[in-house]
């Protein structure tokens, strides 16, 4: 249970596609408006209001209070993280069915992870993380700052914004990982899936 509740909350961020287009003014207006307030939440570590936006689907899988606690847990774990930017591009809508629509978010971020237990600061400690964190989707390059114990992860990554009629019509989001479909079955559907991952190749 443990690792699940670890994988889902670590899902808890130029030129487009004509099916941008599909978007309605006012969903358009909603999504951008979902979209500025999540990656604010995420910017201030803000974990409520992170899991008050999350495609409430997640929550089949974990509760709120799980998914906050091991948020709430990271300080006790040896880090203080924290962001120094997010930059987000335009949501693009890139799947829909009768009752759920579907777009894709493409987010930069720089992250600051500072290592804050002694023990964990020795060389194979930090290369252990490093490597960990290089696995994770969207991580493009990870730099160690040893006069302030922190690590500095920057990459590119994704969130899946989902107006889903089961969950009150409102746009919500999840961190999206192409490689990890098994996470990813649980909360899409797989002829969705098909379309997001055939969107991504195209793009």
Known sequence: MTKKV???ALLAVG???????QLSPTDKAD???TIAQFMKHTESMNFEGIVDMTYPKVFDLVTKQQMLSLLNGLSGMG???????ITNQ?????????SVKYALVNYYSEMVMKITKEEMKTKESIDILKLSLLNTAG????????????LIVKGNK??????????????SAIEFDVNNPALNAMLVPTPILTEISEFINKN
């Open 139 to 150: 991580v493009e390059s990870i730099d160690y700052v040893e006069e302030t114990s922190s």
């Open 79 to 85: 880090f203080e993280v924290s962001y120094d930017s």
């Open 158 to 171: 994704r969130l899946l914004a989902i107006k889903d009629q089961a969950y009150d019509d409102q746009w």
């Open 15 to 21: 030129s487009f596609s004509l099916r941008a287009q």
């Open 90 to 98: 335009e949501p693009i809508l890139v799947a829909k069915n009768d």
């Open 31 to 33: 999504l951008n408006s």
């Open 6 to 8: 670890i994988l889902v």
